[in-house]
C-alpha cells in the first residue's frame, strides 16, 4: 500500500513506520504524506472491515531483520529437523508477536512449523526462536530450502502480517536415508591381476531388528584411466557401474552376490557399493542406505622376458638362414598370488621353421620362482626387420574357478642374413703352361660375431701348389682375411680350379659346397712357346 513503505532508512522514517503499523491495528489511518490525501480516504474505506494486512519485508527494511539457519546441513529421514529463527528489532518501540510461521519450497511442511504463542519483540534485543519437526519418510534424499517467514501482529480491530520473502543467507538441508544397519562384506583377491576375471563376492548380513525389503545393491568403479570394469557373474557386458535388486531379509539373515571385476592395465582404482533397503519401524517406511568404498590396484600377472640364444646360449641379434637358434621365455612373477599356467603357445611368422610340442604344459609360477620355456626356430631366407610373431600365456590364479585368461606378448623383430661369411677369389683371367699363377682368396665375416676358420687346400694332379695347406683363423665381425697361393699348371687348356674346403667353428652344419658357390671354378692354360 502507498501509505505503508517498509524501507524506511532514517529514524524518524522509522518511527513513523512504526506509528502506522500501530495506528492500522487500532483501525486508524496511517500517517499520510503532504499532497497525499487520496491515500487517506484509501484506508479509510479499508479499516471499516477487518482483516489481515500483508506486508513485504525486504533485506532493506533497517528496522527489523530476520534469519533462519538450520543446525546442521543434513538430517537424517528418521531424526528431528531442527533449525532457528533469529528476529532483531531496531525501532522506537517493542513488537508483540502473535504468531510466526516458517514457509518452504515444499508446501506441505508450512503446517510442522508454526509457533503460535505471544511473544514481545524488545528493541536491540535477538530473540531466537528453536523450531523442531519430522521429517516426512518418503523424502529421503530431497532438499529442504526455507522460503519465508511470516511474523503475525494482533490489533484491536485489524491483523498485520510481516512476511519476509527473500531470506539471506538461504537457509536448507538435505534430508538423508537413515544409515544402514545391514553389514556388507567385499571379499576380494588383492591385487588384482592385469587381465584375469576376479570374481567378487559381497555378503549382506541384516542386522537390523526388523525384516528389511527393497534391497538395492550399487557397484562403481572410479579410476582415471578406466583401467577397471565390472559385469555381472552371469553376462559379459562390461562396465563401470553395476546394480543388484536383492531379495528381502529377515533378521539376522544373509545372502551373498557377486560380480566379476577386470582390468585392462595396471592401475590404482576405488570400488564403491552404495547399499539401501527400506524398512517398517513407528507405522512409517524409511530410506536407509550405507555407503563403503575400498582402494585397489592392479599388476601384471608375470614379466615376460624374451631374448634369442644361439645353440651355444650365446646372446643373437642377427640370425642365419642356415643357422637354429633358441627362443628363451623366462616368466616372472612380481606379487605374493600362485599363478596355475595352462599352456604357453607361439604364434611364429610363416617365414621361419620351428617346432612346437603340441602337449599342454601345465606349471605354477609363484613369487620366487621363475619360469622358462625356450622353442627352436630357423628362418627360411634372409631379410630385414622380420616380426617373428607372438607368444599366447594362457592361466589363472591357483586355487580359483575363474575362466583362464590368455596374456599375448610379442616376439622380437630380427634382421635375417643368408650366411655369416662370404668368400671371393682373384684369378687372372687365363695362365701359361708351367708359369706360376697367383691366386687370391678374401674370406668376410658379415656377422655380428668372431667366426673361427678352417680352410684346407687341395692342389689335384693339375697343379702344383704353394701356400698354406692347413690353416685356422679368427675373424672378427665385418673384418676380412686374405690368402695368397701360387699354382703352377701342368697341363694346358681349360682345367678346373681346386677348391678349399672350408669350415666354420662356430656354424659346422654349413656346408663348403655353399661358402665356395662364389669362386671361380676353371681357368684357361695357354701352352707355353719356345724359342730356340
Request: charged fraction near 20%; proline fraction near 5%; hydrophobic fraction near 40%.
Amino acid at each position: 500500500s502507498r501509505g505503508i513503505n517498509a524501507e524506511y532508512g532514517h529514524v524518524d522514517d522509522k518511527a513513523a513506520l512504526q506509528r502506522n503499523l500501530l495506528g492500522i491495528l487500532e483501525g486508524r489511518c496511517p500517517e499520510s504524506r503532504e499532497g497525499d490525501d487520496s491515500t487517506v480516504q484509501v484506508w479509510s474505506k479499508k479499516l471499516t472491515a477487518s482483516q489481515d494486512y500483508v506486508i513485504e519485508m525486504t533485506k532493506l527494511s533497517s528496522f527489523l531483520s530476520c534469519s533462519v539457519s538450520f543446525c546442521t546441513t543434513s538430517f537424517q529421514v528418521d531424526e528431528k529437523i531442527k533449525f532457528k529463527v533469529e528476529l532483531l528489532s531496531t525501532a522506537s518501540l517493542p513488537f508483540t508477536i502473535s504468531k510466526v510461521v516458517v514457509g518452504f519450497d515444499n508446501r506441505k511442511y508450512d503446517a510442522l512449523a508454526v509457533r503460535d504463542e505471544t511473544f514481545e519483540l524488545p528493541v536491540n534485543i535477538p530473540v531466537d526462536l528453536d523450531f523442531v519437526m519430522d521429517p516426512f519418510s518418503n523424502d529421503a534424499t530431497s532438499m529442504l530450502k526455507i522460503s519465508s517467514v511470516k511474523l503475525h501482529i494482533t490489533g484491536l480491530q485489524n491483523s498485520i502480517v510481516l512476511q519476509f520473502g527473500d531470506i539471506f543467507p538461504v537457509a536448507k538441508c538435505k534430508i538423508v536415508p537413515r544409515v544402514a544397519r545391514a553389514k556388507t562384506t567385499l571379499c576380494c583377491e588383492s591385487p588384482v591381476l592385469v587381465g584375469e576375471f576376479q570374481q567378487v563376492t559381497v555378503n549382506l548380513a541384516n542386522e537390523e531388528h526388523c525384516r528389511i525389503s527393497n534391497l538395492v545393491l550399487s557397484v562403481q568403479v572410479k579410476s582415471t584411466t578406466y583401467a577397471a570394469e565390472i559385469c555381472s557373474s552371469n553376462d559379459s557386458n562390461f562396465s563401470t557401474k553395476l546394480e543388484f535388486n536383492l531379495d528381502c531379509l529377515d533378521p539376522q539373515q544373509s545372502s551373498n552376490t557377486s560380480f566379476i571385476i577386470r582390468c585392462s592395465m595396471e592401475a590404482k582404482f576405488e570400488l564403491l557399493y552404495v547399499l539401501s533397503y527400506s524398512i517398517s519401524d513407528q507405522n512409517k517406511v524409511f530410506l536407509c542406505e550405507s555407503r563403503s568404498d575400498v582402494m585397489l590396484s592392479s599388476v601384471k600377472p608375470f614379466l615376460a622376458s624374451i631374448s634369442l640364444l644361439s645353440s651355444r646360449c650365446d646372446p643373437m641379434e642377427t640370425l642365419l638362414t642356415c643357422d637354429r637358434c633358441l627362443i628363451f621365455n623366462e616368466l616372472t612373477a612380481t606379487h605374493n598370488s600362485s599363478i596355475e599356467i595352462k599352456d604357453i603357445k607361439y604364434d611364429v611368422n610363416p617365414q621361419f621353421i620351428f617346432d612346437e610340442s603340441p602337449n599342454e604344459k601345465q606349471f605354477s609360477l609363484t613369487k620366487h620362482n621363475v619360469l622358462t620355456d625356450c622353442m627352436a626356430i630357423q628362418p627360411k631366407s634372409s631379410s630385414q626387420n622380420i616380426e617373428m610373431g607372438s607368444v599366447s600365456v594362457i592361466w589363472r590364479r591357483s586355487g580359483s574357478n575363474q575362466t583362464f585368461t590368455t596374456t599375448s606378448s610379442a616376439l622380437p623383430t630380427v634382421s635375417v642374413n643368408s650366411l655369416p661369411v662370404y668368400l671371393t677369389n682373384i684369378v687372372p683371367s687365363f695362365g701359361t703352361l708351367f708359369s706360376p699363377i697367383s691366386i687370391r682368396l678374401c674370406v668376410v665375416n658379415i656377422s655380428n660375431y668372431v667366426q673361427e676358420i678352417d680352410i684346407v687346400a687341395e692342389p689335384g694332379d693339375l697343379f702344383m701348389f704353394a701356400g698354406h695347406k692347413h690353416l685356422r683363423c679368427k675373424i672378427l665381425p665385418n673384418d676380412k682375411e686374405h690368402l695368397q697361393y701360387q699354382l703352377v699348371p701342368l697341363k694346358s687348356g681349360l682345367l678346373s680350379m681346386p677348391q678349399p674346403i672350408i669350415k666354420l667353428l662356430r656354424h659346422p652344419d654349413i656346408e663348403t659346397s655353399i661358402l665356395t658357390n662364389k669362386l671361380a671354378k676353371s681357368i684357361y692354360v695357354k701352352p707355353k712357346v719356345f724359342i730356340t
